[in-house]
């Protein structure tokens, strides 16, 4: 049981590029987001998804995409990175969006844009 | 979402309690309060939730006020290791979570 994996765990981008980050989780879990967290900082809502074909913007969606085609994975794509995109990238899942039920974190994808 | 409010910084010695508090004035009747930490360059970990009645594993306590606008996380006997930013969290029914700045927990031998 891996939990909720995140790959890579650092990537380094040029302006322009277009990258994907990846997370899968194999507990079976119908809630899953992405999150930013810059220095000093709490973590951000980008997108998140209650189920596979299923997503919705956060707080801060502008510059991401993601698509949830199966119930592990939800990839969250940078469509044309910017320097203002350099953050660290949590994505979590839980079993439902329900407030009783707590969250698990991946370890995290440190990007830098230059 | 309802908001809490926490101190920035706590500091503890090494194998004493520490009790840290979160008030959430705001809070409506179906929300859940979660403790979240982060210890350095990690995600997030899950510590406990409640929602009316005090809450204990193994991990910490979470104390929650009788009319629930206050709430304290309670690590009985800190360690070097739960030295960390501690995040309240309160929670709807069907919604996201919503970190704000925490508390950083510093932790002296």
């Known amino acids: 049981n891996a939990g909720v994996t995140q790959t890579p765990k650092f990537q380094v981008l040029k302006t322009g590029q277009s990258m994907t980050l990846q997370c899968a989780q194999d507990?079976?879990?119908?809630?899953m987001s992405w999150y930013r967290q810059d220095p000093g900082m709490g973590l951000r809502l980008i997108h998140y998804?209650?189920?596979?074909?299923?997503?919705d913007q956060g707080e801060v969606p502008n510059g991401y995409n993601v698509s949830r085609s199966t119930t592990e994975d939800f990839p969250l794509r940078l469509l044309s990175a910017a320097p203002s995109q350099t953050s660290v990238y949590f994505c979590a899942s839980s079993y439902s969006s329900y407030g009783g039920t707590e969250a698990f974190f991946g370890q995290g994808t440190r990007l830098t844009v230059v | 979402d309802a908001k809490t409010t926490q101190p920035n910084s706590m500091e503890s010695n090494e194998e004493e309690p520490v009790h840290l508090p979160c008030n959430h004035s705001?809070?409506?009747?179906?929300?859940?309060i979660h403790w979240y930490r982060q210890l350095p360059s990690q995600g997030p970990e899950y510590v406990i939730h409640?929602?009316?009645s005090n809450v204990n594993n193994r991990m910490a306590s979470l104390a929650i006020a009788e009319d629930r606008k206050s709430s304290t996380l309670i690590l009985h006997r800190a360690t070097l290791r739960d030295a960390a930013v501690y995040y309240c969290i309160l929670r709807a029914g069907y919604s996201t979570l919503t970190f704000g700045k925490g508390t950083m927990l510093l932790v002296s031998p």
């Open positions: 705001t809070i409506s009747g179906t929300d859940y």
């Open positions: 409640g929602l009316t």
């Open positions: 507990m079976n879990h119908e809630y």
């Open positions: 998804s209650v189920g596979a074909g299923i997503t």
